[in-house]
């Protein structure tokens, strides 16, 4: 489910919104998973679930809309993704395109 988020207007707010929530690692989306920097892991679309995505849309510049992933790990660990909205979207396995509803936000 992707929320485009009207209370917490910046990304800076919203990553601190997860942080007290205990989504504190940080990931980098590669093309078939997900690189955790502080595990120094790579984890595959069936070692993570997402718990809710963010969209963040620029209205001056449509090429610097965000989307932040709040992202569990099977351990219970938790952390985020932001992510640029399908930029570079055909170097993406399908797991992954899966795992992470990748699509454009449709916000009404």
């Known amino acids: 489910m992707i929320v485009q988020d009207k209370q917490l207007t910046s ?3 919203r990553l601190e919104s ?10 980098r989306r590669e093309a078939t998973c997900l690189y955790c ?3 120094q892991e790579q984890l595959t679309p069936n070692e993570f679930s997402v718990d809710q ?3 963040f849309e620029d209205l001056v510049n449509p090429d610097a809309d965000r ?3 709040a992202i569990s ?5 938790k952390g985020y993704l932001i992510d640029a909205c399908n930029v570079y979207s055909d ?3 399908y797991e992954l395109e899966l795992k992470l509803h990748w699509q454009y936000p449709f916000v009404s």
């Open 11 to 13: 990304i800076r707010q």
């Open 18 to 27: 997860l942080k007290t929530r205990g989504y504190r690692l940080t990931f």
């Open 37 to 39: 920097f502080e595990l």
């Open 53 to 55: 995505t963010y969209y």
């Open 67 to 69: 989307i932040i992933y």
């Open 73 to 77: 790990l099977l351990n219970g660990r």
């Open 91 to 93: 170097n993406i396995s």
